[in-house]
């Protein structure tokens, strides 16, 4: 009998997860749909090359303002009220869009944009984390993810179909609905208030303890050098079709979305019953192959062969740092660290726009895809480093 309550207890797929993952889902996909297509929004109202950079970059930086706070208030507040709070914030963000008629009033309306995107992103991995049985949380994460990397592919994809068949205006009606159901289905979910901290956090070190979290930091690291090689896809990919003479660059994202629906479950279980090393180390070098192929890519065929490549190291490098950062770190220290952690990626997201964009910018779109391949070799490095001095065994 106690063998079968604990596995009804171990259960993955509850209500509350289903519609998390569906939240989280409207969530990403909206704001996907904006990345590929912002950008020439800027360009069409006589924005400047370093104007489009400015697009992701100012989101980030208010993105990580955002989490250096929201982390401490979902420890203390509750990831619930968080994350309603951040959807809001988003909602009026992308209804501001449909009236923007400047370049400076759209990156004024991507400030505000960060500051929710910062808060929701945190809560819901932190809510997720909460939800997803301990002894599952590899797999659970990685499902969970798969809503998001669903998003990213289909977000840009539908964006530029969006776009090109019927204007922003509908890009912006868009985008606004579907952050509308991201807004209303966690208001059903039901949430257990956890465990009080063990230890308090003294006043002489509760401003940096309590905005980042220490254990988190070298996970996170790993995920900005990840998040640099992604900024460079999802910024430039379009600009990249043109140069290349490729028609319809969105077969990429859906591509990359059906290889991280695959991978993600599966590395998600490798996680929990081998350690990360089986899935950051290998899932580094199909990054690798899918950057390089990219950047050779003149074809949809190739493109499509780069984008499974990139997929499947990406769908398993990212939920598998998530999960390993939530691992290290104690309960109480969830929403900190997924702060942190989520604050490495849009650093990694926002910087590679920008650094990235100024090579492009001196040679070409392919050769910018070549020399995001050292990022993902200095991971490597890093991480091999890590693991000799840290002597884990997985």
């Known amino acids: 009998m106690s063998t079968l ?92 869009y449909y009236w923007a008629a400047s370049v400076a009033f759209v990156l004024g309306i991507r400030f505000l944009h960060g500051l929710g995107w910062g808060t929701t992103t945190t809560s819901y991995g932190a809510l997720a984390s909460d939800i997803i049985p301990a002894s599952r949380r590899g797999e659970g994460l990685g499902y969970f993810g798969l809503g998001s990397t669903l998003a990213m592919a289909l977000g840009p994809f539908t964006g530029i179909w969006v776009m090109k068949s019927y204007g922003f205006d509908w890009l912006f009606v868009v985008t606004f609905l579907s952050t509308l159901l991201s807004l209303v289905l966690p208001l059903f979910v039901s949430v257990k208030k956890g465990p009080a901290p063990a230890q308090p956090v003294s006043e002489s070190s509760s401003l940096l303890s309590r905005m980042v979290e220490p254990k988190a930091l070298f996970p996170a690291f790993l995920v900005l050098l990840l998040g640099v090689t992604y900024g460079g896809v999802v910024s430039f990919i379009t600009l990249f079709g043109t140069e290349a003479g490729i028609a319809n660059v969105g077969w990429f994202f859906l591509v990359n979305a059906l290889s991280v629906f695959i991978v993600r479950p599966i590395s998600g279980r490798i996680f929990d019953k081998r350690g990360h090393f089986w899935v950051l180390f290998p899932g580094a070098f199909f990054s690798m192959i899918g950057l390089l192929v990219l950047s050779y ?98």
């Open 5 to 96: 309550t604990s596995s009804k207890q171990e259960a993955l797929w509850t209500r509350d997860l289903l519609l998390i993952l569906f939240s989280n889902f409207f969530c990403v996909f909206g704001f996907q749909m904006l990345l590929p297509t912002l950008p020439s929004f800027v360009s069409q109202h006589g924005g400047t090359d370093a104007q489009v950079g400015l697009v992701i970059g100012i989101l980030t930086l208010a993105a990580v303002i955002a989490r250096l706070f929201v982390g401490p208030l979902i420890d203390s507040l509750g990831k619930k009220i968080i994350l309603i709070v951040g959807n809001v914030i988003l909602l009026i963000s992308m209804g501001s």
């Open 297 to 394: 890519a003149t074809t949809t065929p190739l493109l499509m062969v780069a984008a499974l490549f990139y997929g499947i190291g990406f769908g398993s490098i990212q939920p598998s740092i998530q999960a390993w950062t939530v691992n290290r770190v104690a309960p109480n220290r969830r929403g900190v660290a997924n702060a942190t952690f989520y604050n490495g990626f849009d650093l990694g997201l926002g910087g590679g726009g920008m650094l990235l964009g100024m090579i492009a910018a001196s040679t070409s779109y392919a050769l910018m895809y070549r020399v995001s391949i050292v990022l993902m070799v200095i991971y490597l490095v890093v991480y091999l480093l890590y693991r000799y001095k840290q002597k884990e065994p997985s």
